[in-house]
C-alpha cells in the first residue's frame, strides 16, 4: 500500500497516542541584495519575465561565476544570530539535477563545507513556554527560475498543456536554514513547527537581510514530517511538504501529514519518502516526486570559485551589527508601554508591532498609536484586502494625525476622514487639513447659532431636555455635528445645548 491509499485520515488524539512526531524544517531565505549570487544581474521581484539575466546565472558555455560579497555577510549575520559557529574555511560545490528551471543543470550550492554550523533558536509558543530548536547549518546557495503551468486547473504540471520559464530569480542569492530532527513535541508539533519559521522571520526581518515576503517566495518553508511509534529509536520515513508559503500554513501541513501518515500506518500500509504538495485552498498534501538522497545529487567542488574563507576580524565585525533580538525588543517595549503579554500578542499576530513602535518613534502616544493601528487602520486593511503594512500611509503620518487629535486641532470622527483622505493619496495630513478646511470649530458663538437653529427645529426635544431628559440632548448635538460637517466639539456643543434650555 501506497501512501495515495489511505482510506482517511486517523485522528489527531488517535496518531498522538500511537506515535511520536519527529518535525525537521528547512527554510529557503531569498537575500535582499542588490544583485545575484555569481553575477550582476539585479534581483528585484516582479520584473519582465526573462529580463534579469546574463550568461552567467544562465549557465552559457564560457561563464564564469564571481561570489557575492554582500551576500556572504549577510549569510554570516545570520549564522551568528542563530549562535552558530562560522566556518572558517569553505567551499562551494555544484548539486547536479535536472530541471527546466535550473538553466546550468546544476545549482551552485554548499554541500559538506557549510557557512554556519551547529546553533539554536528558542521560540515562544502560545502560552508563552519557551522551546529550543537545534539548527544543523545554514548554507549559501543559489536560488533557481521560475516555472508557469498553462492550461490546467491547479496551476502545477500535472494536467497543464504547455509551460513557461522565466529565469529572473535563477541565481538570486539563498540562504537555506535546516534544523536538526525535532522530537518530543508530541501534540504542540505544529504549533512548534509554525512558531519556529514566526521566530525565524522575525530574526531575519531584524537582521534586515531579506523582506521574508512568503506570498512572494522571499521566505519558503519546507516541513518534513516522520511518524514512529512511541518507545522507539529509529524515525520513520520521512515526507518533505514544500513551499508552504504562510505561517497558519506551516502549522495545518504538519498536522496533516500526521493524520495522513497515521492511517496509511494503521492500514498497514508504509510511507513513501517523496516530496509533498500543500495545497491552501483545503489544507492538504498530494505527491510531488520521490525523494533524492544526497549521493543523487552527485556533489562535487565548484572549480570556478574560490573557497570562502571569511577572517576572525569579519566575523567579529559583522558580530558587531546584530540588531536587538526581537524577542528581546518586544520584552523591553512590553516593560516600557505597560502592557498585557496578551496585548503584545495581537500587536504581533496582527503584524502591527513595528508599526506602532514607528508611530510611537514620530511622537505619537503608544496607547493611541496602538488604537489606530489595530482598529480603524485595521479595518482598512481588511476591506482592501491587504496586509497593515501594505497600506499607503506611513507610521509619521498617523503620528501626526494623532498629534491633530491630541491638541485638538481634529476631532475622533473628522482624524478618520483625515485618515481616509490620506489612504486616497491626496497628501500629507497637515496639507489635507489646509486644503480641506477641516480644523475643529471652536468659536462658540458660531456652535451656538447652530445649537439655536437645532433647538428652534426640534420644539419637542427641547421640551425634553428641559423637563430633565439630558439624554434627548443626543439628538441636537447630532443635528449641530451634521450642519458643521463633524467638526465641531461635540462635548462642547453638549455643554452649549444643556446651558440653552436650563
Known sequence: ??????????????????????????????????????????????????????????????????????????????????????????????????????????????????????????????????????????????????????GGATGRIHGASHSLLDYNRAGVPLVEIVTRPITGAGARAPEVARAYVTALRDLLKALDVSDVRMDQGSLRCDANVSLMPIGADVFGTRTETKNVNSLKSVEVAVRYEMCRQGAVLEAGGEIVQETRHFHESDGTTSPGRRKETAEDYRYFPEPDLEPVAPSEELVERLRGTLPELPWLRRARIQAEWEVSDEVMRDLVNAGALDLVIATVDAGAPSAAARSWWVSYLAQQANTRGVELADLPITPAQVAKVIEFVENGTLNNKVARQLVDHVLAGEGEPEEIVVAREMVVERDDSKLQAEVDKALEANPDIAEKIRSGKVAAAGKIVGDVMKATRGQADPARVKELVLQACS
Open 1 to 150: 500500500m501506497t501512501a495515495l491509499d489511505a482510506p482517511a485520515l486517523l485522528a489527531y488524539d488517535d496518531v498522538l497516542a500511537t506515535y511520536e512526531p519527529v518535525l525537521g524544517m528547512e527554510v529557503h531565505v531569498e537575500l535582499g541584495t542588490g544583485t545575484k549570487m555569481f553575477c550582476g544581474c539585479p534581483t528585484a521581484f516582479g520584473a519582465e519575465p526573462n529580463t534579469q539575466v546574463c550568461p552567467v546565472c544562465l549557465g552559457l558555455p564560457g561563464s564564469l561565476p564571481v561570489v557575492n560579497e554582500a551576500a556572504v555577510e549577510s549569510a554570516i549575520r545570520i549564522g551568528l544570530a542563530l549562535n552558530c559557529s562560522i566556518t572558517p574555511w569553505g567551499r562551494f560545490a555544484r548539486k547536479n539535477y535536472f530541471y527546466p528551471d535550473q538553466p546550468k543543470n546544476y545549482q551552485i550550492s554548499q554541500y559538506d563545507e557549510p557557512i554556519a554550523t551547529d546553533g539554536h533558536l528558542d521560540v515562544v509558543l502560545d502560552d508563552g513556554t519557551t522551546w529550543r530548536v537545534e539548527i544543523e547549518r545554514a548554507h549559501m546557495e543559489e536560488d533557481t527560475g521560475k516555472s508557469l503551468h498553462v
